[in-house]
């Protein structure tokens, strides 16, 4: 069974660009997360969706970052413009449903130069 | 405030040399404690789930015990290929779904 696929693995951009992360849930996984995690720290909820519609937002900072999940299937994180401290990993994960068990895929690395 | 704390930060192990990781939690309303192992460059890869206290699951080398305020990650006779960062994370009875995460043991296991 394929798990979380996510893409770009890496990207280094400058500050003020645009950028977005897209992922692919585990087939049949109704619910897909955004995680952020800083170098050394646990990874920190951003969104949550429950198939298309976004149903825990309060971590997010909407001023800069944005989320859609199309379909209720694949989904795509943006943010613009990015600033020096978004360089992270971003973490996307899927579970079957609420409150089962969450599947990590690999992360996107950002550097923000 | 909804706290995990994990300790040590670090862990150098020689291999063969059992041990174990801690996980302590401050929360209100327990739900579920969940393990993660999670590589140099990887996301965290889930391990265990446990629900109540006096359980126990196991997994090859690793063992998994929960108590009404912690946790313990026993790793018995380690080898190389088990160092890694090991997280725990809570879930709360009133918000099934959000992960609250530690900030991780990171395991060197030595041959």
């Known amino acids: 069974e394929a798990g979380v696929v996510q893409s770009p693995r890496y990207k280094i951009i400058e500050k003020k660009q645009p950028v977005a992360f897209w992922c692919n849930p585990i087939?049949?996984?109704?619910?897909l997360y955004w995680y952020l995690q800083n170098l050394g720290q646990g990874p920190e909820l951003l969104i949550r969706y429950e198939n298309e519609e976004a149903v825990d937002d309060s971590q997010l900072p909407k001023d800069r970052f944005s989320a859609e999940r199309l379909k209720g299937v694949d989904s795509t994180l943006k943010i613009q413009p990015a600033e020096l401290g978004d360089s992270a990993v971003y973490l996307c994960?899927?579970?079957?449903?609420?409150?089962?068990?969450?599947?990590f895929g690999p992360g996107t690395r950002l550097l923000v130069l | 405030e909804d706290q995990v704390t994990q300790s040590p930060e670090a862990l150098r192990l020689q291999e063969g040399e059992s041990s174990s990781l801690n996980c302590s939690y401050t929360?209100?309303?327990?739900?579920?404690l969940f393990w993660y192992r999670q590589d140099p460059g990887k996301g965290p890869e889930f391990l265990f789930t446990?629900?109540?206290a006096g359980e126990e699951k196991e997994k090859e080398r690793l063992k998994a015990t929960l108590t009404k305020k912690e946790s313990f990650l026993h790793i018995t006779a380690p080898k190389p290929e088990d160092s890694a960062t090991y997280l725990c994370a809570v879930t709360l009875g009133y918000n099934t779904d959000k992960l609250i995460f530690g900030t991780g043991t990171r395991l060197q296991v030595f041959p």
């Open positions: 929360v209100s309303g327990l739900r579920g």
């Open positions: 994960a899927s579970s079957l449903e609420q409150g089962q068990t969450q599947y």
């Open positions: 446990l629900y109540s």
């Open positions: 087939s049949g996984h109704n619910t």
